[in-house]
């Protein structure tokens, strides 16, 4: 009988424009998700590099396959406000609701601009007000940046996301679980023996989030991690899929 679900918040969908692995169509994201047993999955576009309005429209392409209905749910990427590339809040917001978008991501470093509260403060307010999650994948080894970006936007719900190996970030990451309620650690490469049971003790199994990383990672590696760290129950569920269903539940768009 299956006692763990699993939503993965760290999931991209389409394929690389220079090669490599990734899902072309919801029908192979989800015949993956089901060989490994992942319930849902959250995802945004592999090529957001490329630009954020291409990237927004191929991830609403992406989930509004029928297979995709209650499985997938999209990420969004934000842009400053100032070069009128995507409509003042409460239309955007509207637009994600329809498109059946969750939550919001940025890539500030490749589209140019400096993520602060000049630059994108109304939106940050109104998806604080709505609680909607902000996926952080942008400030790898840009710790600095990833802690000016914290103290700027503390009622944001963050979630942290990137791809880490074996030695682990637990000195840059713990700082921020200490400080700051509203932030979230994706598990994605989380590779520390004992690591999880020792955040989830320290700052409650509540901050933490199932992630893969995939299709740069199977999603069947960090279930086997999760199961095996050493977890009650209760803490296994919350981490697998129980938290990110609180965040969506708690999204008002």
């Known amino acids: 009988m299956k006692t763990l679900n699993f939503f993965d918040v760290n999931c991209r969908c389409g394929l690389p424009f220079n090669g490599g692995p990734g899902a072309a169509s919801a029908t192979m994201l989800i015949r ?6 992942v319930d849902r999955a959250l995802v945004r576009d592999i090529n957001i590099a490329k630009g954020a309005l ?6 609403a392409r992406f989930i509004s396959a029928p297979e995709a209905t209650g499985r997938l749910y999209g990420v969004w990427c934000l842009l400053p406000e100032q070069c009128d590339e995507i409509p003042e809040p409460d239309a955007f917001f509207a637009a994600m609701k329809d498109a059946g978008i969750v939550a919001l991501t940025l890539s500030p470093f490749e589209h140019k601009y400096i993520p602060n509260r000049l630059t994108i403060g109304r939106l940050m307010a109104a ?12 400030f790898a080894g840009k710790f600095q940046e990833l802690y000016d970006f914290a103290a700027e936007f503390p009622d944001n719900r963050l979630i942290y996301i990137e791809r880490w190996g074996k030695w682990g970030i637990d000195r840059y990451i713990r700082p ?16 520390v023996p004992e690591g999880v049971r020792d955040l989830a003790e320290r700052y409650g199994a509540e901050r933490l989030l199932f992630g893969s990383g995939y299709p740069f990672y199977n999603q069947g590696s960090p279930m086997l991690m999760l199961k095996h760290a050493g977890l009650d129950d209760r803490s296994l569920r919350l981490i697998a899929g129980g938290n990110f269903q609180r965040l969506l539940d708690e999204v008002q768009l």
């Open 54 to 59: 291409n990237s927004n429209a191929e991830v």
């Open 176 to 191: 921020l679980l200490e400080h700051y309620s509203n932030f979230y650690f994706d598990l994605t490469g989380y590779w």
């Open 127 to 138: 998806a604080a007000a709505r609680r909607i999650p902000v996926l952080l994948d942008a």
């Open 32 to 37: 993956d998700m089901d060989y490994y047993g």
